[in-house]
């Protein structure tokens, strides 16, 4: 199972991805891949600065950004990772990137969490710290979304809300009835 958590940013992804795996892998035995902070890595390995770029040097890590988060999507069969494909387009302004991104993302992952904007932005001097950006953010999210499941309706998409608490145990629970609903299906 693929598991995306879509966001625009400072939405606890991270830590739900953690919780997540860490739930998994003790209630079925299951070794699960989490791919976690991929774009704050490959900023780090460009040099790329989130809040001061070229347009040059902005295309340059969309480029990157694609690339690496195909690969880890098709090496893994068990999956949570909190930098789907899915949100690329989001922050992108290249329509080549975005015509890639969008042919892919449809059939990339099982199941996809979106954590709508809840709390405030923390400051961790690394990510984006701009709330306008960070709402145009997540509305082309919502949009993204939309487009996957017009591409995919076997896709499932779920909106996960309030404190971290909650998302998890929403989260659970969103799963526990996929997976049920593919037993059903296959045996």
């Known amino acids: 199972m693929k598991i995306g958590i879509v966001w625009a940013f400072s939405t606890w992804k991270t830590t739900l991805a953690y919780q997540l795996k860490e739930k998994y892998e003790r209630v079925y035995w299951d070794k699960i891949h989490l791919d976690i902070n991929t774009e704050r890595e490959l900023a780090e390995l460009l040099s790329f600065d989130f809040n001061k770029h070229t347009e040059e040097q902005k295309l340059d890590y969309q480029r990157w950004l694609v690339h690496t988060t ?20 989001a922050y992108c302004d290249d329509e080549n990137i975005k015509k890639i991104v969008r042919k892919y993302s449809p059939y990339l992952y099982d199941i996809i969490f979106y954590l709508p904007i809840e709390f405030e932005i923390e400051n961790d001097w690394v990510r984006h710290t701009n709330e306008e950006l960070r709402r145009g953010v997540n509305k082309r999210v919502l949009e993204e979304l939309h487009n996957a499941y017009s591409q995919n309706n076997k896709l499932t998409i779920r909106t996960l809300h309030w404190s971290i608490a909650d ?11 996929w997976k049920r609903s593919w037993r059903w299906i296959w045996f």
């Open 70 to 89: 195909l690969a880890v999507a098709w090496k893994y069969d068990d999956l949570i990772t909190d930098t789907p494909i899915n949100l690329i387009p």
């Open 167 to 177: 998302r998890l145990q929403q989260a659970i629970y969103f799963i526990d009835m």
